[in-house]
């Protein structure tokens, strides 16, 4: 029995190199096109001119602030959320687990707009879309929670109502804030617009210290997939990897979720592209996942800049949305 | 000549025709459906603010039994009874009114659960700049106040010529950037109130090609470089990724809309007039000294 070979013959060496390129491409593609054209060229001069502290020219404003941030923030969101979805798919071995699972994201959802329909400045809306998006998460763990185990089918369920409900007051304070309402509908789509260094700044610590704790845990996840008693017999703590993992997923999807608001599909369905391509083993799933979720977000949010799509999550649901069909299909053919 | 003349004859004759509304009348609605009216409405429910005001304009806000949520304007709308908003009418409360019209928008799909409930509807709707006089003298022609409808228009085009005399002499028309919602939304030159904005002597960044109500990509308005920044406050504005060298923000140019005027503003009815002037004294205000 072979447990940890790729199904793949794809090297992961080859891959990571690829799927890097892809991202760099994407980020060169994402900072040069838009609703102006500028030229290579003219962006490697503004970059220049930005690091090297000139004085900025033409384009440089628009390469230099407004596009290079969102492209970092796009990379940024879609790596958090795709190596979110890979941990929660192999906390729970559960392959349609992804960040937005625990109400994470309903919960970012709900803050964000009591921010914004009371009309609190900007700075505040992450910070109140966090505050709710961990209680969420509490209110999910101690519904699922027996004794001291969270078993999976009862944290899914959990998580489930718990997004139903917390979407239902949503809802409803979008309808009292009716002259909001759009701000917040985009925000519920998903919106990269108006990212700026700043919100990039914010946001780094949380998916980089959410991120960072997955990736250490992937080892143990990669034990955990051979069940969780052979797991224990290996003397993985189960229920403590869980926890840990839950609280670090739900630390990046907050942070992600906090400015962009939610964008759907990347996290669930980038992991299955990896593992499709590289197998299950999580040492690789993850990184790689971080990749080339980055790289299909900004693809993603250049879509939605360049045509009337208009919103990333618009575009992300569009391009998820038939692909998460396809992986039904192919599964059950399997 | 003889083309002069012939306008002037067929104007004439259109006037004459128009005495009086003869009922029932039958209507081709903004939904398309044929609506008949057996009589001259005696109570009135308006779901739209702008309608409520045109309504009342028409000198018949005693014949109004109920308005929806966001009518406002004028004061005595205001104690009426309220049906609720677009997006959650109160469709009881408004047969319980029991009314002879309900004058709806064409969003909203009120139509049918109401028709079913046995209450005439009629959806009138403006949404271009020349909409609003051509849905003011329907609206008139409905309610059998055609003659108050064409003096009502002639007011409203009398206002906004008042203002035009004074832009169209400005020195400076600033480019602008109108944002109506911070996603960012703004208007497009051929949407009512981007008629308003070039009226009020401003030359407007966005192209037509995007539409009336385009979201748009910040990145667009950096480039465009405005002049002024309507509908933002300075501060925020300041704070957007890359804006602070924005010409309008460099020379102070940025003006939140004040809350009465942006009602006006949104809403195509009688009080167009009232609202260039408001736009045109922020853009001018040197031209109202």
Known sequence: ?334 | MKGILTLITLSAALSGAAGATTYPLTITDDLGRKVTLKAEPKRIVSVLPSTTETVCALGLCDRLVGVDDYSDFPQQATKLPKVGGLYNPNIEAMVALKPDVVLVSQYGKLAEPLTQAGVTVIAVNPETYDEVFTKTALLGKILNREAQARALVGKIKGDIARVEILTKNAVRKPTAYFEIDPTPYSIGPNSFMGVLLTKAGARNIIPASMGDFPKVDPEFIVKANPQLILGVDAKTAGARPGWSGISALKTGKVRDIPAELNTMLGRPGPRLGQALMGLAKLIHPELFK
């Open chain 1, 1 to 334: 029995m072979q447990v940890a070979a790729p199904r793949r013959g794809l090297g992961v060496g080859l891959g990571t190199l690829l799927l890097a390129a892809l991202l760099l491409a994407a980020v060169v593609l994402g900072t040069g096109l838009g609703s102006v054209t500028i030229p290579p060229g003219e962006v490697l001069g503004a970059l220049w001119r930005g690091v090297t502290r000139q004085a900025l020219e033409g384009n440089d404003v628009i390469v230099w602030q407004i596009r290079l941030p969102r492209v970092v923030m796009g990379a940024l969101v879609g790596a958090s959320l795709s190596v979110c979805g890979g941990a929660f798919q192999g906390v729970f071995r559960n392959p349609l687990a992804d960040p937005y699972l625990l109400g994470v994201a309903s919960g970012s959802a709900l803050g964000a707009t009591v921010a914004i329909v009371a009309g609190w400045p900007r700075a505040l809306i992450p910070v109140s879309a966090l505050l709710t998006a961990l209680v969420a998460v509490a209110c999910t763990l101690s519904l699922a929670r027996e004794g001291r185990r969270f078993p999976p089918t009862r944290l899914i369920l959990a998580g489930v109502v718990v997004g139903s409900v917390l979407s239902a007051a949503t809802t409803a304070l979008i309808l009292r804030g009716e002259d909001r309402a759009r701000q917040v509908l985009a925000y519920t789509l998903g919106d990269l617009g108006f990212s700026g260094w700043r919100d990039v700044l914010t946001v780094l610590p949380y998916v980089g210290l959410g991120c960072g704790a997955l990736l250490l845990l992937a080892r143990a996840l990669d034990t955990l997939q051979l069940g969780e008693l052979t797991a224990r017999s290996l003397g993985v703590p189960v229920e403590r990897l869980r926890l840990i993992a839950v609280i670090a997923a739900s630390l990046a999807t907050a942070g992600a979720v906090a400015y962009v608001g939610v964008i759907g599909f990347v996290g669930l369905i980038v992991p299955h592209m990896i593992r499709l391509a590289f197998g299950p083993g999580h040492r690789t799933l993850l990184p790689l996942s971080a990749l080339l979720g980055g790289a299909l977000l900004v693809g993603a949010d250049l879509l939605a800049r360049t045509t009337p799509l208009s919103q990333v999550g618009i575009v992300t649901t569009l391009l998820g949305g038939p692909f998460f069909l396809w992986l039904l299909r192919k599964e059950r053919h399997d």
